[in-house]
C-alpha cells in the first residue's frame, strides 16, 4: 500500500485531493491547523494530525521515513476578500513561507521519495494581466516577478524553495501554479471563498426579482477549473518526470459578469446584477474594492506537452454541479 500524506488535507483541494487517493488504495495520513468542515476524516483519510504546520516540532512528527508521496497544500489563503485587502498580507507570507521551509527541510531528513507543491496563478506579474481580453499566463512570462498581492510574492518564493532543495538536496518535487478551483466542499461563505462559490450563493439567497452584487465592473475575466479536474491532473503530474512549475487550470475565459450570469440561468430565477466599485464600495465595505488584476487565464500547452492530459469539463458543467451542494448550504442556514 503506498503511503501519502496530504498537509493541507482539512481544505477545500487538499480534503478532495486525500478522498481520491484513499479511494484508490492508498493509506492516506493528512495534517491540518483545522478539521474538515465538510467530510467526516474516516470517508478522506486513515489518519488525521490536527497541529500546526508553522511549528518545525509538527512537522517533524506528521513526515514519516516511510512516506511514498506527500502533497504539500497547506497555506494561510482565501478569496479575493481575504488576499487583496492587504489586512492579511503579515500572516499570509509568515505562515505559508513557515510551512514551506519546514517541509522541504524535513521531506530531505525524512528522504521522502516525492513531493508536491500548490502554487499559484497568483505569482504571475501584474503588468501581463492587465488587458482582460489578453493575459498572458504562460509558465516563462512568470519573471521579471511583480505578483499583484503578498500571496504571489509569498507563492513564488516559495517555488524557489522547492527548486533549491530540488537542486541541492536532489529532493524530488513537483510543482503546480493553481488556476481558480471550485466546487462542492469548499469555503462559500465568510471572505475566503472563491469567485463561482460566491456567485452561486448569493444566486441561491436572491429572491425572485432580487438583484445580487458583483465587486467591480464585472469585465475582469478569469477561467475557473473543478475540483475533479484538479485532482486528476495533479495526480498525472505526479506520475510524469516533470519537475514543472506548470499551470492546471481551466483555458475557458469568462468574464465575472457571465460567471454570475451561469449561476443565474442555472437557478432558473429572474436576477439581476449590481456592479459595485469605487467610492460606493469603499463607502459600504471600508476597503477598496478587491477585484484582483483585470485579466487572467491558464495556458496549458506546457501541461500537455509534458504530462499529455487536457482538461475536459465546460465551467457550465462544473457549476451545475457545484449549485446543488451550495444550495444545501444555504438552506441548511
Not at 503506498?2 to 493541507?8: C, T
Not at 484538479?230 to 475557458?252: K, Q, T, Y
Amino acid at each position: 500500500m503506498k503511503s501519502v500524506i496530504v498537509l493541507g488535507g482539512g481544505g477545500f483541494i487538499g480534503g478532495h485531493l486525500a478522498k481520491r487517493l484513499k479511494d484508490e488504495g492508498c493509506h492516506v495520513r493528512i495534517a491540518d491547523i483545522k478539521n474538515h468542515e465538510f467530510w467526516n476524516h474516516e470517508e478522506i483519510c486513515h489518519e488525521f494530525i490536527k497541529c500546526d504546520l508553522t511549528d518545525p516540532k509538527a512537522v517533524e512528527l506528521v513526515i514519516n521515513e516511510e512516506c511514498d508521496e506527500l502533497y504539500q497544500l497547506a497555506a494561510d489563503m482565501g478569496g479575493a476578500g481575504y488576499i487583496f485587502t492587504g489586512e492579511n498580507d503579515a500572516n499570509v507570507m509568515h505562515n505559508s513561507c513557515l510551512i514551506n521551509l519546514n517541509v522541504a527541510k524535513e521531506c530531505v531528513e525524512k528522504r521522502v521519495k516525492k513531493v508536491f507543491y500548490s502554487s499559484s496563478a497568483c505569482m504571475y506579474p501584474e503588468y501581463n494581466q492587465l488587458d482582460p481580453d489578453n493575459p498572458n499566463c504562460t509558465e516563462s512570462s512568470a519573471y521579471p516577478a511583480n505578483p499583484d498581492s503578498e500571496y504571489g510574492w509569498e507563492k513564488l518564493f516559495s517555488e524557489r524553495i522547492f527548486l533549491a532543495f530540488s537542486r541541492n538536496y536532489k529532493l524530488n518535487v513537483r510543482i503546480a501554479r493553481f488556476h481558480n478551483i471550485f466546487g462542492p466542499q469548499g469555503t462559500w461563505t465568510g471572505g475566503k471563498e472563491k469567485a463561482p462559490a460566491a456567485m452561486i450563493r448569493k444566486v441561491c439567497e436572491a429572491s425572485e426579482g432580487d438583484s445580487i452584487e458583483v465587486w467591480g465592473d464585472g469585465k475582469q475575466t478569469r477561467s475557473f477549473l473543478h475540483v475533479a479536474e484538479c485532482v486528476e491532473a495533479v495526480l498525472r503530474l505526479m506520475s510524469s518526470n516533470f519537475e514543472g512549475p506548470v499551470n492546471i487550470g481551466s483555458e475557458e475565459m469568462v468574464t465575472i459578469n457571465e460567471l454570475a450570469n451561469i449561476a443565474i440561468n442555472i437557478s432558473g430565477k429572474s436576477i439581476s446584477i449590481k456592479n459595485i466599485e469605487g467610492e460606493e464600495f469603499k463607502k459600504k465595505y471600508g476597503f477598496p474594492c478587491p477585484t484582483g488584476v483585470r485579466g487572467r487565464n491558464s495556458h496549458n500547452q506546457l501541461f500537455k506537452e509534458k504530462v499529455g492530459w487536457s482538461v475536459s469539463q465546460t465551467l457550465e458543467q462544473g457549476m451545475i454541479d457545484t449549485f446543488p451542494w451550495i444550495n444545501k448550504q444555504v438552506s441548511n442556514l
